[in-house]
Each structure stands twice: as structure tokens, then as C-alpha cells.
């Protein structure tokens, strides 16, 4: 996917500009927007309108041939609700209908001239990484382990954003956001969909190691002996039953001040929870492999702080292991002390998230961090009070003055 920017002027227009498809926006109550209204020189996008073969309701579209000499080959036309008041929500359902649309067209290319600039509480720079989200969430594909994969998806390759030459410039470094969030979740989403067998702990390490070379961060793989040292013995006994290494992985970015206070970023690692004695029923256990999603979460931040070379002191700190049962595995009843030196009784197995956590937690106060979030996929309780869609957020303060929450909330 390669993301560009098309520089409006008076010289320069939109019926000027030569592409496979354009995209353009109407809204409901048939109104058009001003690119739509530089296409109709012929009167068709109006009476499209008006037949209703396109509904101006957000997401809705419709895609029309050779309008115009000289122009775009086609205008693709989509929905973007009400023309006074287009939400996040309809802005996105627009973006996810031109994406899916250009995966099918027999244009390797594309313009996108919605009005970026139209969505309530929004700035341009949010709608264009809207659209961009939106085209690298439809072309993921996960198919690195295929014996047989699919042939490469045709259509659209290179999407174009019309601008105002004035937004030109920050037009482009939302792109470069974007793009740089896109690498980061596209990351995320492999290390994720990666089995058990592949993505084991040593992984994640080498992954961190070799990010950590592309992009001149610090990092450090702490191993058992080390973890031994600092006498993380809560940490230590979900492992004792795997005969996978756990691995303690701390990645830097120093892109701030050396005297500013670092933020931490702590993601569970958990690349295989069976529970462990306290074994987990069978069916849908192979989804235990995403209980390092935390830890896939944070290395996608990071990658996308790095890559964006953000002026910001980062630290992500990991903890990973497997939760498996045998003979030498932590049995319920177990007394182990954490690296605060505190005894904890475990009296079922499978809640192993906190006793890797609260080393980690333990571990980052020697960076006197200037906040902790932590990362983690810690209980299906969690889903059980707040359903398969939201996240759980938990903070020291939980009330209106707490800054943090309230930025994370936002985010
Ligand atoms: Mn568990
Ligand atoms: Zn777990």
C-alpha cells in the first residue's frame, strides 16, 4: 500500500485530476459535496441521487463510469451521512466503504477527496489516518504459515488524498502517522495470530531485539538466572512448569531529555496459559495463545514511537513465559515470594497473570517512570462485566481528576 497526497489549486482541479477511480462524498436529503459537484458536470451524480440508487447514508456507495472526458475513468460515491453533522462514526463507515470498494476495482490506483475537513471535532490529519487505518485493517492478510496461500488481491495499490495545497503539508505527516501506527498494528496482529509453537518467549525477545536494531533503541533480555538474581520468584513460578525459557524483555526509546521521567509500558506475555495444574477446560483452549496480547500491544507501540522518532523517553517492559502443568509445575496451595519480597499463597494456577505482572511492576520503580500502564489479557472476568468489545481500564485514582485515566480514556 503506497499513501500519497494530490495538491489542490486553481490550476490543478478536481475534474482534472487522471486516476482509476475517484472518491467522492454525498450526503443524505441528495445533497452533494463540492468534489461531487465539480464531477456533475453532466448532471449523473445528481440523478443518482435522486433515483436513490445511492442513499447518502454514511457507508452507503455507488460506483459510476466514465462521467466525464478527460477526468477520472470512475467516481466512486459514498455516503457520509448528514452534511451538517458528520460524526467519527460515519466519517469511518465512509472510510471502511472506499477501502472495501478499491479492493475489488481493476485500478491498481486511486483518489480519495472526501471533506477530510468536515468531521465534527476532528481535524483533517484524524479523517485521513481514518482512511489509512481503514485500507491496512482490509489488506492484512495473516498467511505467513500457509502451505497453499492465496494469490495476491487485485485492486487498488496506491491511494492518492486530494487536498488544498494549504493542507498539503500536514496532510503528508498524517500519513506518515498513520502509516507508522499501521506498522505497528499490523505487528501487533501477527505476533498475535502466530501459534504457540512459533511465538514462544524467546521469540518475542528476538522480535524486540531486532526492532531495537532497525530503529537504534536499547534493549536487554534478562534470563532465568537474572530473573533468579533479582529474586522474582512470583514470576518465576508460573515457568516452572514449561520447558520454555522465560524471558524478561526491557526495550528503550530515548528520544526525550535525559532528566525526563521515562513512561512505562508493561505488557503481559503469557505466549501459552493451559492454566497450568489448574487446568483450563479443552474447547477453545488454542485461543490461549493470544494471552500475550499485552506484550504484542506494547512492541506495536513501540515500534510505532520508534518509527516516528517521537521526542519522548519510552521504556517497554515484558514478562514472558508459558503457564503449562507437569511435575515440576507451581501446584494450588504453593507459597512463592515476589521481588517485593511479599508472600502470596496461589490457590488456583490459571490466575498467573498478577504473579508475572507485579515483578514487572516491582522491576520498573528503578526508573522512577512518569506513569506505568500495563498491558494485559489478565481475566475473562473482564469480559464477563464489560462484554467482548470494551477494556477494562483500572487506575490508582479512579475518579474525575485523574489525568492519566482520562488521557487513556480519550486515546
Ligand atoms: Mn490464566
Ligand atoms: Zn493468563
Request: charged fraction near 20%; aromatic fraction near 4%.
Amino acid at each position: 500500500m503506497d499513501f500519497s497526497i494530490k495538491s489542490l489549486d486553481a490550476k490543478s482541479t478536481i475534474g482534472g485530476i487522471k486516476t482509476g477511480c475517484i472518491a467522492v462524498a454525498v450526503f443524505e436529503d441528495k445533497k452533494l459535496s463540492s468534489a461531487a459537484q465539480a464531477l456533475d458536470r453532466k448532471g449523473e451524480i445528481s440523478a443518482a441521487l435522486k433515483s436513490g440508487d445511492v442513499s447518502g447514508k454514511a457507508g452507503s456507495t455507488l460506483l459510476l463510469r466514465g462521467l466525464n472526458e478527460g477526468s477520472a475513468e470512475r467516481v466512486l460515491l459514498v455516503g457520509l451521512g448528514k452534511q451538517d453533522a458528520v460524526s467519527e462514526k460515519d466519517f469511518n463507515a465512509a472510510a471502511q466503504a472506499v477501502v472495501r470498494a478499491f479492493t475489488t476495482l481493476g485500478s491498481n490506483e486511486a483518489v480519495v477527496a472526501l471533506p477530510f475537513d468536515a468531521v465534527a471535532n476532528r481535524d483533517s490529519a484524524w479523517a485521513i489516518r481514518s482512511v489509512i487505518l481503514s485500507a491496512r485493517e482490509a489488506a492484512y492478510r495473516f498467511d505467513s504459515l500457509k502451505s497453499k496461500k492465496d494469490p495476491a488481491a487485485n485492486g487498488v495499490k496506491k491511494i492518492a488524498f486530494a487536498v488544498p495545497a494549504a493542507a498539503a503539508s500536514s496532510a503528508k505527516e498524517a500519513i506518515t502517522q498513520a502509516v507508522a501506527v499501521a506498522n505497528g498494528i499490523d505487528l501487533t496482529k501477527d505476533l498475535g495470530n502466530f501459534p504457540a509453537n512459533v511465538c514462544t518467549p524467546t521469540y518475542l525477545a528476538n522480535t524486540a531485539k531486532k526492532m531495537a536494531k532497525e530503529f537504534k533503541l536499547e534493549v536487554e533480555v534478562l534470563d532465568r538466572k537474572q530473573l533468579q538474581a533479582l529474586k522474582m520468584g512470583s514470576f518465576l513460578s508460573v515457568t516452572n512448569g514449561s520447558v520454555e525459557p522465560p524471558k524478561f524483555i526491557v526495550l528503550k526509546h530515548n528520544g526525550g531529555k535525559a532528566k525526563d521521567a521515562p513512561t512505562v509500558l508493561v505488557g503481559k506475555g503469557i505466549t501459552f496459559d493451559s492454566g497450568g495444574i489448574s487446568l483450563k477446560p479443552g474447547a477453545a483452549m488454542d485461543e490461549m495463545k493470544y494471552d500475550m496480547g499485552g506484550a504484542a500491544s506494547v512492541l506495536g507501540t513501540m515500534r510505532a514511537i520508534a518509527e516516528l522518532k517521537l521526542k519522548l523517553n519510552v521504556i517497554v517492559v515484558i514478562p514472558t513465559c508459558e503457564n503449562m502443568p507437569s511435575g515440576s509445575a507451581t501446584k494450588p496451595g504453593d507459597i512463592v515470594t515476589s521481588m517485593s519480597g511479599q508472600t502470596i499463597e496461589i490457590l488456583n494456577t490459571d490466575a498467573e497473570g498478577r504473579l508475572v505482572l507485579c515483578d514487572a511492576l516491582t522491576y520498573v520503580e528503578r526508573f522512577k517512570p512518569a506513569a506505568v500502564v500495563d498491558v494485559a489479557t489478565l481475566t475473562g472476568a473482564c469480559i464477563t462485566a464489560l462484554g467482548h468489545h470494551n477494556s477494562g481500564l483500572f487506575t490508582r485514582n479512579d475518579d474525575a481528576h485523574d489525568a492519566l485515566a482520562n488521557e487513556l480514556l480519550a486515546a
